[in-house]
RNA sequence: GCGGAUGUGGCGGAAUUGGUAGACGCGCUAGACUUAGGAUCUAGUGCCGCAAGGCGUGGGGGUUCGAGUCCCUUCAUCCGCACCA
């Protein structure tokens, strides 16, 4: 036996745990680096290859910080709440609690063997009483406070009190709901009911009827970011749009915010976008039109508030279009065209989502029989419903300017409504003219001036009449956060006269209650329904819904900083030590979701004086997807002979999906093929000529269905966990996307081979040399210290495995076992294959864990050369390489290709019109 | 429709600032050793060509002494958003 690598990885990842080699303290004396992964949902598949491919990343550059001298804080967690596991308890009755259990140990068993310097220590599961008191405590803060436009940030719900007792509400300037405007006399007089349903439209939880997402499939309301065309995120059941009262986080008080501090991350520009994206911010103005047949009791006008990012174009506007479930469709509506819109909006309730998305061409919609008035021209528009106009969006109405908008445009030639053109530059008998570029016509005051300039006139207009004002406008929504399940973390509320009030925190954590079945009641209430007493002692009901997946997960960054302290989220002192997240690696999948919520949550807890930091992560990246080799059989329809890859285009045959465990470098093993489907046993082979079978193959995403599913646990008792761990960085760039294809192991393989070879003599006995390193051996050495440190700052760990391979043949080719390399050699490959590493670190007769080294110091001086390589180019082809002393001039090297016979022979007698010399680099000759 | 990413040998990929395209590895070919090889070692391996030589970084055009890299244009694949006013 040589490199024994199953018996070193046992042996150090138990030195490893006896030792606490990776516990972390605060440690004011070193500087501090947080290096954080996207912590799994413990699922009940297990890990697969391409799953520990950012934590592998990760773990190199927390051991590499750690040699570098700093104190990382590198935890590992679960995510432990979700649907799957609940879903799995509907059907078994299971508990979910002991799935998740059993699934987390599987987890945990799966990442040791990569040998992962976590600080287990420090664990956080969400499904935890003790971790979920804190998301429950959030929440409550939550509820506790309003957003202040003035200030732009969270206050006390205390102080809005003060002021409503003291002014009422007009000034204040709050993100809310809408709400009426009282004096301070009004406020006092009102009952605690009312008061309490009023605070409800300002603090940043609370409840309110609300637009949802709604799946009946999982019995549940959904996020925006869980919802994908239609469909759930989670299992890919339909989803439609139902009114409901829903617990709801006020995100949209922070889009401002989060959308300008995008900009001092480092992350990724794509990501970045999708955030930019998603948050949606436009500018524009709110304008108000009067409406001639709806007054309120005082005889007031009623108005249709419109949002536009075009106000420059308002000239053009020939109608109105409200949502179908706008609030002022039903006063508006004359009795003439009352069974009209109502049928209309019965069927625009009963088409689901998906429905609607997947139908855009169709054009329907209705005259209501009002008519609005445009505030400049005094010009009567009538005023149409459209299920085009989103109820969710600005103000759920639109002024129409069918003239520079393509689907007013489309609208207005099937209803036969005017088109007016008022922005010169297109041609408004082929088609809407929707760039923002052109002079204004058409348009009174606004005729002659650009669009910008317009823009500017027209909201200075609106403003000084009155009628409308600059307004930004965005996309993101509030986030729904209660859900009808039962394996979430419980609502710390309760009801008293149909009132939410939140409880004491000395009442939590609020434990999630035991139920007979997982299922909503007959009543149709969520699963909480069935708990036995749920309700305070006081005998209030309890919240039946409990909270959605993005709660536990938005603040357990913080959480690890301190996670076993009861009286905090966080002690002051563990927070400002480790501050926030320095490298944060997970998936893309996230942008939208856990990484809008979590700054969210992130940025109140900043407001509110918890946490130090605004940001929660600072330098992010994305791994890349590893997706599935499959592999393919391919059968003769109707029978059971299979023909291999090169013969199959003389037979009729169907590709089948075959196990890619069986399958090697594409040759199929048969015999293991005839034992992995009985129906195959007596199958026949049509093979190539070398009597082999070759299959065919596929990229396609890794899933167990398609039978290209490679476990960590395989790879490692094959090869070991430095192997894999190493393979993982070899085969692309970690942002990138790319097939695992277990094929290419073998070098990384090999190249630990050759290096443990460097150790030891041909009886596998450790063989190292004290003698004094040669310049040859200092240079390979220092070469790789270098290209090494600069790869994995910038996070190009395929590239430093590379260069290890480079480092090791070239010091095998010199059959080099100088301890003074050798020793440097270990410790920069640690990071890596932190196993091997060890044991070597071992051999060379260290007793400490080589993690507690110091990176090797590059010098430069050992890189110095005599002589340099020039390639020597004619017009810019590359014909000849010849040496030059390294301190060569430009001049001394042209003097010298004057000389040089290759170089006059491809000169042919000609003159050169041009000497190009980069020095270090390359000569050019311009013939 | 909008936004983003990617396109280099048979395959994964390298080329960090405009300066030797194809590092490193897989695979393949030949050879050595071996009872044997899915072990190990040596040599070769972008394409065309016997060769000289020519052609080559999705396609077309440009800037430059010199372009995978910069500019314009176009195609393909993937991802995100989408009656967002």
């Known amino acids: 036996m040589e490199y024994n690598f199953t018996e070193i990885e046992k042996k150090w990842q138990k030195f490893w745990e006896d030792n606490q080699t990776f516990r972390v303290t605060e440690d004011p004396s070193m500087p501090k680096y947080y290096v954080l992964d996207m912590f799994?949902?413990?699922?009940?598949?297990?890990?697969?290859?391409?799953?520990?491919?950012?934590?592998?990343?990760?773990?190199?550059?927390?051991?590499?910080?750690?040699?570098?001298?700093?104190?990382?804080?590198?935890?590992?967690?679960?995510?432990?709440?979700?649907?799957?596991?609940?879903q799995y308890a509907i059907q078994t009755g299971q508990h979910p609690a002991v799935t998740t259990e059993n699934n987390i140990r599987r987890y945990r068993k799966q990442m040791d063997k990569i040998g992962f310097c976590y600080d287990w220590?420090?664990?956080?599961?969400?499904?935890?009483?003790?971790?979920?008191k804190w998301t429950q405590w959030v929440f409550i803060k939550l509820f506790k406070h309003w957003f202040n436009k003035k200030t732009n940030k969270a206050e006390p719900v205390k102080s809005l009190i003060a002021e409503f007792e003291r002014n009422g509400n007009s000034a204040v300037?709050?993100?809310?709901?809408?709400?009426?405007?009282?004096?301070?006399?009004?406020?006092?007089?009102?009952?605690?009911?009312?008061?309490?349903?009023?605070?409800?439209n300002y603090r940043l939880a609370y409840y309110a009827d609300t637009m949802v997402n709604w799946c009946p499939a999982l019995g549940t309301v959904l996020a925006n970011d869980e919802v994908k065309e239609g469909y759930s995120l989670r299992g890919g059941h339909p989803v439609e749009q139902k009114k409901m009262k829903q617990w709801l986080l006020r995100v949209s008080a922070y889009a401002e915010r989060l959308l300008d501090s995008l900009e001092k991350l480092d992350w990724s520009e794509s990501l970045k976008d999708i955030q930019k994206n998603w948050i949606g911010r436009s500018e524009g103005a709110v304008i108000n039109f009067k409406v001639d047949n709806a007054a309120d009791k005082k005889g007031r006008k009623a108005e249709i508030e419109v949002f536009t990012t075009r106000p420059d174009t308002i000239f053009g506007c020939t109608y109105m279009v409200l949502a179908p479930e706008h609030e002022l469709v039903e006063k508006i509506t004359t009795p003439q065209y009352n069974i009209q819109v109502e049928e209309y909006i019965e069927e625009t309730k009963k088409r689901t989502e998906r429905e609607r998305i997947a139908d855009t061409k169709t054009i329907t919609g209705r005259f209501t029989g009002a008519y609005a008035e445009h505030p400049f021209s005094g010009e009567k528009l009538p005023v149409w419903i459209s299920d085009y106009v989103l109820a969710g969006y600005?103000?759920?109405?639109?002024?129409?300017?069918?003239?520079?908008?393509?689907?007013?445009?489309?609208?207005?030639?099937?209803?036969?409504?005017?088109?007016?053109?008022?922005?010169?530059?297109?041609?408004?008998?082929?088609?809407?003219?929707?760039?923002?570029?052109?002079?204004?016509?058409?348009?009174?005051?606004?005729?002659?001036?650009?669009?910008?300039?317009?823009?500017?006139?027209i909201i200075s207009e609106l403003e000084k009449r009155g009628r409308g004002y600059k307004k930004i406008n965005y996309r993101l929504r509030d986030a729904i956060f209660s859900r009808q399940r039962y394996w979430g973390e419980p609502f710390p509320v309760c009801y008293k006269n149909e009132v939410p009030y939140v409880l004491d925190e000395d009442q939590l954590p609020l434990v999630l209650p035991e139920v007979d079945s997982y299922l909503p009641t007959e009543k149709g209430e969520p699963p909480l329904g069935r708990a036995k007493n749920w309700q305070t002692p006081e005998g209030y009901p309890l919240e039946l819904s409990t909270m959605p997946g993005f709660a536990g997960s938005s603040a357990y960054y913080i959480r690890y900083m301190d996670p076993n302290n009861n009286n905090e989220l966080v002690s002051k002192e563990a927070n400002r030590y480790w501050e926030n997240v320095d490298l944060y690696i997970g998936g893309t999948e996230h942008a939208t979701g856990h990484l809008i919520y979590s700054r969210f949550w992130n940025k109140f807890l900043y407001d509110t004086g918890v946490v130090c930091r605004d940001e929660p992560f600072k330098k992010l990246i994305n791994q890349g997807m590893i997706q599935g080799r499959s592999n393919f059989v391919y059968r003769v329809k109707n029978s059971n002979k299979f023909v291999s890859l090169g013969l199959k285009d003389n037979f009729d045959v169907t590709p089948i999906h075959v196990d890619v465990n069986i399958v090697n470098n594409d040759i199929l093993n048969i015999d293991l093929f005839r034992k992995w489907n009985p129906e195959y046993f007596d199958a026949e082979f049509i093979l190539e000529e070398d009597g082999t079978y070759r299959c065919g193959y596929a990229i396609e995403k890794m899933s167990k269905s398609l039978y290209n599913v490679v476990t960590p646990d395989d790879i490692i008792e094959k090869y070991g966990a430095d192997t894999l761990r190493m393979y993982e960085m070899f085969l692309g760039p970690l942002e990138q996307s790319k097939p695992w294809d277990t094929s290419g192991i073998d070098g990384v393989h090999k190249f630990l081979r050759k290096l443990w070879n460097l150790f030891h003599n041909e009886k596998n006995e450790p063989c190292i040399s004290n003698e004094t390193p040669g310049a040859d051996e200092l240079k390979i050495l220092h070469k790789t210290i270098k290209k090494i440190e600069e790869d994995i700052e910038r996070f190009s760990f395929n590239t430093s495995v590379s260069a290890f391979m480079i480092c090791v043949n070239d010091l095998g080719a010199l059959k080099c076992n100088k301890r003074q390399i050798l020793e440097k050699l270990v410790i920069i490959l640690s990071p890596f294959?932190?196993?091997?590493?060890?044991?070597?670190?071992?051999?060379?007769?260290?007793?400490?864990?080589?993690?507690?080294?110091?990176?090797?110091?590059?010098?430069?001086?050992?890189?110095?050369e005599d002589y340099i390589q020039y390639p020597v180019s004619f017009n810019g082809k590359t014909r000849l390489k010849i040496d030059f002393p390294a301190d060569y001039d430009k001049e001394d090297i042209e003097r010298d290709l004057m000389k040089n016979d290759d170089v006059l022979k491809y000169l042919k007698g000609q003159k050169p019109k041009k000497i190009i010399v980069v020095k270090g680099r390359i000569v050019n000759i311009v013939v």
């Open 394 to 457: 600005g103000t759920g109405a639109i002024m129409a300017v069918p003239a520079h908008d393509s689907r007013d445009f489309d609208f207005a030639k099937h209803f036969d409504l005017p088109v007016r053109e008022v922005v010169s530059g297109g041609d408004i008998s082929q088609g809407s003219y929707d760039n923002p570029e052109g002079i204004l016509i058409n348009s009174d005051f606004l005729n002659g001036l650009n669009v910008e300039d317009a823009t500017e006139r």
């Open 833 to 864: 294959a932190p196993h091997i590493a060890e044991e070597l670190w071992h051999i060379l007769g260290k007793k400490e864990s080589v993690s507690t080294a110091t990176f090797p110091e590059f010098k430069s001086g050992f890189l110095t």
């Open 40 to 86: 799994p949902y413990p699922s009940g598949a297990g890990l697969h290859v391409g799953h520990p491919l950012g934590y592998i990343a990760s773990d190199i550059y927390s051991r590499y910080k750690k040699l570098k001298r700093y104190n990382v804080l590198h935890p590992m967690g679960y995510d432990a709440f979700g649907l799957p596991a609940e």
């Open 121 to 132: 220590s420090r664990e956080v599961r969400t499904c935890d009483p003790k971790y979920y």
């Open 173 to 200: 300037e709050a993100s809310s709901d809408k709400c009426r405007i009282f004096s301070a006399s009004e406020w006092k007089s009102m009952s605690e009911k009312e008061q309490q349903l009023i605070l409800l």
